[in-house]
């Protein structure tokens, strides 16, 4: 037990660097050297034992390093060209620091963020598709800097008890040997900024880590300045506590995290929101425009929703974060009331009815209503996306509910093994790595000769099978498994098997033991002597999801039976490391969640880029890439339904041993797949430019950050005079909305229509008082189906066409080319002129 001592004085002491390589710490904080091979081999250069030791953190390797190994490095030429090489490409990637024209600079704000192995701040896709995303933004030289919280214990590390069962261990970040640096004020001190909670105020430290080119900002309240162990714990755990925790860490990230934004002198032209947690920033933004430009409640709302960005990764209502109106009272009443925002309007921010006064506080409804842009991660998700918040526009047919969609993608340098990208320095366009877009550049892995891949590619194996058996071992080791277990771990897996890769949370619907419906279907496949097939399996069940955790159970029990012990494998404590390995070394990825239910995946993006095929449901990501991808489908493009889960662990094992496997293990003259190897080149060159976090990134701004810069720099300009006359003019037409009326409409049923032949749509509307430019006529025309519904539609605005008595006349022309039934719905709702971000209103449209 340590013995405490109050108060302690302390002192930090870094390595002695020999001057020949006094920048290895400087290398060492800026995590470049994560997907920047030179500088990475750099530091592992100088004990890879130590290295693995030091979970890949050069920051701990460097403290643990005796100083002699440091001299003798740097009295060592070899290592000191190595040292120079290094330097020279982080200099000169770092040379082309984003210029910032008209001063954009977009704010990214995230809940967790997965980058490196050895910071466990992050709990699965969501976190590694953050890191990946400002990684990328590196790259593209994208002006952002990234939000976020710096956990004290992270998430759980996982280990299983003899019985398969999740345990689940929290061990103490040490932040002074991890790459985080605490950010300094200007007085030289640390840079600590607050928020008031009802356990008093909470002191938040800001640290900062350097990823390229882009600095991430983390918020820390496990300090000194918190008396109170409920303030210190609030970046305990990522994910961890209750539900006052989960409200404590929101306000920090979005409250907190803008307030440290303005301390730091930054000016944010763009707030992303990824995914709701972080939405009280909308709030704080309001709050701070209500203060410095005197704008109302309402204007503020309007000025600041024209640069905020929101993306949803949620494809069902249970994975929303929900408070009681109550809760929210005891946290926000007090700030509301400082800053003048009527608690009543801030409810109505995160509801669907304001008037129900029983319906929770929803964060992703915050967002979607605080945002002008918001977008789902995949094109299916949109769809879905669309269909669950329909209910916040039910005027509106699903379709044109106002989410967009950018696809995720995964970082290609991070990803992508070695041994490919030597083949692609011989073989690609020698600028390959700046050109993860270019199409045509990819289409040459063709000329890569196949054998050359699939020698590299056994190499991979060979590597992920050596992995398993020492991770094995030490799992093993750790439950203090007998001699005999221990002995057979390093019998695992065979090299030259047909290898399934299987990794993610083990949440239930990701149906994690499809591929288990039926074992003695199971071990045939895995016990061929022919054609053996071996399955890699990781992944951790949330601490509070105990049906995940019996999935878990389940699947490592089968390892222990003798059939299957030496070819099925579970690997403890799935992260980025093991996601790394088993991503570049398997054969096949699998992945069968409900489809409608993954909103992207990037795990199987991440196999493709390796040249591993997937198999996979039509869902998230892969719905979008099947046909190009080199892989195989389970199922059809149709809604999940329960009965489809035997229908689809049937195909998963037909596709196997009818085609798959046989494939694998089909071999010419020259002993490799040839047949095989048409897949993997189709996969290599069709998923790496089109599913790569580049892509992602300049989608992100070219669709959503560049509109929104512009749309807030027009609406701040002469001191926001477009928002408050904005304001005006809604409170204008909400009065008269009422006697707004369709007096006529054209044409009847009884109108002759030729194809190739124009009509005039045509409304004659009382506006009562308005002009014809305050509000939009819309023509909603398409295909009568078999149901009476419109199929196939589109929308065509009908523009002012002169006056009738006191009413006016909208009209356009359509033109029909296909025979059959054709409908139209005329409708109307508001429209600024000034505001071209202008959507359909959900309370004033008005069908005619």
């Known amino acids: 037990m340590p013995f405490q001592i109050r108060p302690l004085k302390e002192f930090l002491v870094r390595p002695a660097l020999p001057p020949a390589i006094a920048r290895l710490s400087e290398l060492a904080y800026n995590v470049l050297w994560s997907w920047d091979h030179n500088i990475r081999a750099l530091v592992r250069r100088l004990d890879p034992a130590l290295w693995r030791a030091c979970g890949h953190n050069p920051v701990l390797l460097l403290g643990r390093l005796p100083q002699a190994a440091l001299i003798k490095a740097a009295a060592d030429p070899r290592y000191l060209a190595v040292y120079r090489r290094a330097c020279e490409s982080f200099d000169a990637y770092m040379s082309a620091a984003a210029h910032r024209p008209g001063g954009k600079l977009i704010a990214y704000f995230s809940m967790e963020y997965g980058l490196l192995e050895c910071m466990p701040i992050y709990s699965g896709g969501l976190g590694v598709l953050s890191g990946d995303h400002l990684k990328a933004a590196s ?31 929290y061990p103490t970040n040490d932040f002074y040997t991890l790459p985080v640096l605490p950010v300094t004020d200007p007085e030289g001190g640390e840079l600590k900024v607050s928020v008031h909670l009802p356990t008093g105020p909470v002191v938040i430290k800001v640290w900062h880590m350097d990823v390229g080119r882009v600095r991430l900002y983390l918020l820390d309240t496990n300090i000194e300045e918190n008396a109170s162990a409920e303030n210190r714990d609030i970046t305990d755990q990522l994910y961890g506590g209750d539900i006052h925790t989960r409200i404590r860490q929101e306000i920090v990230l979005g409250i907190g995290g803008l307030r440290a934004l303005r301390r730091l002198g930054l000016s944010p032209t763009v707030f992303h929101m990824n995914e709701g947690h972080s939405a009280f920033l909308a709030l704080e933004r309001i709050r701070v425009l209500m203060e410095e430009h005197r704008l109302s409640f309402e204007e503020a709302l309007e000025a600041s929703r024209q640069n905020n960005v929101f993306t949803t990764h949620t494809s069902v ?68 996306s669309q269909e669950m918040w329909q209910h916040l526009w039910p005027n509106l047919p699903v379709w044109e509910v106002p989410v967009t969609s950018i696809t995720n993608g995964a970082h290609l340098p991070s990803w992508l093994n070695g041994d490919l990208a030597n083949l692609y320095d011989r073989y690609l366009q020698p600028d390959w790595r700046e050109r993860h877009m270019d199409v045509k550049g990819w289409e040459l892995v063709r000329d890569i000769p196949d054998m050359e891949l699939w020698e590299a590619h056994r190499h991979r194996k060979r590597m992920l099978v050596t992995f398993v058996r020492e991770r094995l071992l030490a799992q093993a080791t750790q439950r203090k498994a007998s001699a005999m277990e221990l002995r057979k771990t390093q019998e695992t897996l065979d090299p030259d098997a047909f290898t399934i890769g299987f990794a993610r949370r083990f949440a239930t619907y990701k149906r994690a033991t499809l591929l288990f419906r039926s074992v003695e279907r199971l071990k045939r496949l895995v016990g061929n002597p022919k054609m053996p097939v071996q399955i890699v399996i990781a992944g951790k069940a949330h601490p509070k999801d105990h049906p995940g955790k019996s999935l878990i159970r389940e699947i490592f029990q089968l390892t222990r039976d003798p059939e299957l012990a030496r070819r099925l494998v579970f690997l403890e404590d799935y992260g980025i490391e093991v996601a790394r390995e088993l991503v570049q070394g398997v054969d096949l990825w699998l992945n069968n969640p409900r489809r409608g239910e993954e909103a992207c995946g990037t795990s199987g993006m991440k196999a493709g880029m390796n040249g591993n095929p997937n198999l996979s449901i039509l869902d998230g990501w892969f719905d979008e890439a099947y046909e190009v991808s080199g ?218």
């Open 317 to 384: 209502p249970a994975g929303i974060d929900l408070f009681d109106r109550g809760l929210l009272y005891e946290y926000l009443h007090e700030y509301c009331r400082e800053s003048g925002i009527p608690f009543e309007k801030l409810c109505a921010l995160g509801v669907r009815e304001p008037n129900d006064p029983h319906e929770r506080f929803s964060m992703a409804i915050c967002a979607i209503k605080t945002s002008s842009y918001r977008n789902a991660v995949s094109l299916l998700h949109r769809h879905v």
């Open 631 to 848: 892989g195989w489908a389970i199922g059809d493009r149709e809604p999940y339904s329960p009965d489809q889960d035997e229908i689809h662990s049937s195909a998963i094992y037909s596709l196997l041993e009818n085609e798959i496997v046989p494939m694998y293990y089909e071999r010419g003259e020259e002993n490799y797949p040839a047949e095989w190897m048409k897949r993997v080149k189709m996969s290599l060159a069709n998923l790496s430019p089109r599913f790569n976090a580049h892509r992602m990134v300049e989608e992100y701004l070219t669709q959503l950050y560049d509109p929104a810069h512009a749309a807030f720099a027009r609406v701040a300009s002469q001191d926001f005079d477009l928002a408050r006359r904005k304001v005006d003019w809604n409170r204008a037409v909400e009065r008269s909305w009422e006697r707004v009326r369709f007096v006529e409409t054209g044409p009847g049923p009884e109108a002759s229509v030729l194809s190739g032949k124009p009509i005039t749509l045509r409304a004659v509307v009382d506006l009562a008082g308005l002009k014809p430019d305050d509000v939009r006529v819309e023509a909603v025309v398409g295909r009568v189906g078999v149901d009476g519904d419109l199929e196939d539609t589109q929308v065509l605005i009908l523009p002012p066409a002169g006056e009738l008595d006191s009413a006016y006349v909208f009209s356009t022309d359509l033109v029909p080319h296909q025979t059959g039934r054709l409908g139209y719905a005329l409708r109307i709702s508001p429209n600024h002129c000034d505001d071209p971000l202008t959507q359909p209103s959900n309370a004033l449209l008005r069908w005619g």
């Open 139 to 169: 790259d593209a030289n994208i002006p952002i800097v990234g939000v976020g919280l710096l956990y004290q214990k992270g998430y759980l590390q996982q280990t299983l008890n003899p019985d398969g069962w999740q345990q689940e261990r």
